[in-house]
């Protein structure tokens, strides 16, 4: 079954660092590329996304004073969560994995590249304010419907589905296709948010 032009399929940041080895490895992430690749065929318009960090990065605990990994601090737009350093720009661990396909997308977004602020969603920065400009890009190909998949589920897919919906896109999480970091319950955090806040969450 093929998937009507109205609908996107977006594969969020499929990178080496979330992937076995990486940095901030997700784990068994790389085990869902070959379900993706099989879904690409599937549909006409494909958007990746690729987070795309500076070295001097805010959300990494080596540009902070004396913070290690996974604790917070208080940004200018709330509390964020400090990563080990990963998908710096122009490094390895920030290019797609190797196994993704990546010949049939028409868009691919980068985020998270200020230094001020980091990227959680494929559709606004983490002040909620900054667009990435796939919403502008969505709605000049009329598309209606967004699948999400990718890395990670409780964190970049997650935050892009809460605003997929609240942008007015009929909102639809593959969980077969994803994995989650999980932190602290934030895998079934975000699962009870995004079923009360009208995601669907599908296997196909
Ligand atoms: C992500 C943490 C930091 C993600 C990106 O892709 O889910 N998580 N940067
Ligand atoms: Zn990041």
């Not at 784990?27 to 795309?52: H, R």
């Not at 602020?117 to 002040?127: C, K, L, Q, T």
Request: with cysteine.
């Amino acid at each position: 079954m093929n998937f009507e032009r109205d609908c996107s399929l977006i594969i969020i940041d499929l990178q080496n660092d979330f992937c076995a080895d990486g940095s901030l490895a997700v784990n068994e992430g790389d085990k869902i590329i070959n379900k993706i690749n099989s879904l690409q065929t599937k549909f006409s318009s494909i958007v990746l996304t690729q987070d795309w960090h500076p070295l001097d990065h805010l959300s990494f605990a080596s540009n902070q004073n004396n913070k290690t990994p996974y604790e917070t601090v208080e940004m200018s737009y709330g509390v964020q969560v400090l990563w080990p350093n990963h998908c710096v720009q122009g490094t390895f661990g920030a290019e797609f994995h190797k196994d993704l396909d990546t010949s049939k997308a028409n868009m691919i977004i980068r985020k998270g590249y200020r230094k001020q602020i980091d990227s959680y969603s494929a559709f606004y920065e983490n002040d909620k304010k900054t667009l990435t400009g796939l919403d502008g890009f969505l709605k000049q190909n009329n598309i209606k419907k967004v699948y999400l998949c990718g890395l990670a589920l409780d964190f970049c897919v997650y935050y892009s589905a809460i605003d997929a919906t609240n942008l007015g896109y009929e909102t639809y999480v593959i969980l077969n296709a994803t994995k989650a970091i999980e932190l602290d319950g934030s895998k079934n955090k975000s699962l009870k948010d995004m079923e009360i806040k009208n995601v669907n969450l599908i296997h196909l």
